[in-house]
Each structure stands twice: as C-alpha cells, then as structure tokens.
C-alpha cells in the first residue's frame, strides 16, 4: 500500500523532460547569475579573475610585438592612449553560467558534466580572451568598428560559442554512450 501511494505521488509529480530541463536550467541560471552578482563575489573572485584575464591579454600584446599597459581591468595602448576597461558583463563568466546551467539541466554523469565544464569554460574564456585583444586593437583603429564590434558582435559570437560547445558535449555524451553499448 505505501509503494502504491508513493508511486502515484512519484506519478502525479513527475515532470516530462523537457519541463525538468527548462526548470533545472532556469533555476541554475539563475542561483549562478545570482551568485556571480553578490559584492562579495564580485570584489573578490569576479574582480581578480577579471584583472587576470586583462594581464593575459597585455602579455599575450606584448608577447606578440604590441604595446600594452595592464592597469587593474584596464588594458590601454601607451602610443594612443586608447584604453579598453574590462567590467563584470564582459567577462565571458555569462555565458559559462549557461553552459554550466545546460549541462546540470541534462540528463548525464557528474563526470561527464564535469568534464564538458572544464572543457566549455576554457573554450569560452579562450574565445573571450580573443575578444579583449582584438577589441584592444579595433578601438584603435575605429571607434565605430568597435563599438559594433563591442555591443553586438562579440556578445553574439561568446553566446553561439557557449551553445556550439554545449551541442558538441551532447553529441559526445551519445558517442560515448554507443561506445559503452558495443563494449
């Protein structure tokens, strides 16, 4: 009697799959976003993590035959004085909250979440460490072009990045299921 009632509740509450995903993904998103927002968090790993990726983007500059100085989150070119100020939104960390909210959402392993975790996070913030230097260069040469650049086609291109990764995981999780299926 008590499996039977616990069964039907099981039942009656159960959601179909693409409702848990939506749900699981959403409330992810959100408690990442909320997180990544709190002052602590964002003084102290946001804010750090941003001034690395702007001191990686000055010796990646520098390293290849630039100018740049490195001031906090601040890359500016010493010839023309152009700077480019790396905030909390441009971070890349967005679109990795999603991906991390996708890959929760989905039906897989922890290890195989965790794997396309590391994987998508360093292919993003690669990508976005693409955009600070190349936006560095663009704002030199076009304010216009970079502003484009800056407001639509970088956050476009970080985002499909972010859904392309997220697409390949699920592709990888159905080979490694086949695989484990021949074995």
């Known amino acids: 009697m008590r499996t039977e009632n616990s069964q039907s509740l099981r039942k009656k509450f159960s959601l179909d799959p693409t409702t848990r995903f939506l749900l699981v993904f959403c409330a992810t998103a959100f408690l990442g976003f ?3 927002t709190t002052p602590w968090v964002d003084a102290h ?7 690395a990726n702007v001191y990686i983007a000055g010796e990646t500059v520098r390293l290849s035959g630039g100018m740049a100085e490195v001031i906090n989150t601040i890359l500016r070119d010493p010839v023309s004085g152009f700077s480019v100020r790396v905030a909390s939104g441009c971070s890349g960390l967005e679109a990795v909250v999603l991906l991390v909210a996708g890959m929760v959402a989905f039906p897989a392993s922890w290890s195989e979440r965790i794997a396309g975790w590391v994987v998508g996070a360093f292919a993003i913030l690669s990508l976005n460490l693409v955009r600070i230097i190349s936006l560095f260069y663009l704002g030199q040469y076009s ?17 499909i990045d972010g859904m392309v990764i997220f697409f390949l995981w699920i592709r990888w999780l159905s080979r490694n299921e086949r695989s484990n299926a021949l074995k």
Do not use: E, N, T
């Open 143 to 159: 304010k216009a072009w970079f502003d484009w650049a800056h407001l639509y086609a970088w956050d476009v291109l970080i985002m």
């Open 45 to 51: 790993i946001v804010g750090r993590f941003i001034s």
């Open 34 to 36: 909320a997180l990544q």
